[in-house]
């Protein structure tokens, strides 16, 4: 069978989804799964004929994170601070950062990336708190950063092992 690329961006870091809603659960009955674009965010559905997925995604993320290390300046409430972006996804990351911030917290996010232009993320929420990292997912992101972002996490992928099987 081909290998999967996104229909809109080309690439090839697609990953298969959580179904989404009855429709999506009968569809996979046929083979029609979805899967999603780990560079453009696009959500689509495709064919795929005589592979069956057993469900083993623990979380229902849809976007894989990389690890890396990317230095971060973080602003929130007035405050400001340091961390270091140890994964990546377009859609956010995992923050280490000293500060204790609570969860449901508003930031605003410079990722500095070695050599590079740095990105700025205008909103970003946190969303989990696990001793001394931040999950956090990028609310907004202007085009030319989040052009940034997408390039510096398809570069990620591209260094990155090769994935496991989608499960
Ligand atoms: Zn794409």
Not at 147 to 165: G, I, K, N
Request: positive net charge; glycine residues 6%; charged residues 30%.
């Amino acid at each position: 069978m081909d290998p999967l690329t996104c229909p809109k961006c080309r690439s090839q870091f697609v990953r298969r989804v959580g179904r989404d809603g009855a429709v999506e659960r009968l569809l996979s009955v046929a083979y029609v799964y979805p899967f999603r674009c780990q560079i453009c965010e696009l959500r689509f559905k495709r064919l795929r004929w005589g592979e069956r997925y057993v469900r083993v995604e623990l979380d229902r993320r849809d976007f894989t994170r990389v690890p890396t290390a990317i230095w971060a300046a973080v602003v929130w409430q007035g405050r400001q601070s340091q961390g270091t972006v140890r994964d990546l996804s377009v859609a956010g990351c995992w923050l280490e950062i000293d500060a204790p911030i609570p969860v449901g917290e508003l930031l605003r996010l410079t990722l500095e990336p070695e050599d590079e232009a740095p990105i700025h993320v205008e909103v970003a929420e946190v969303r989990s708190v696990q001793g001394g990292r931040a999950g956090v997912r990028f609310v907004r992101v202007e085009p030319v950063h989040r052009e940034r972002l997408c390039q510096t996490v398809a570069d990620l992928l591209t260094a990155a092992p090769p994935a496991s099987p989608p499960g």
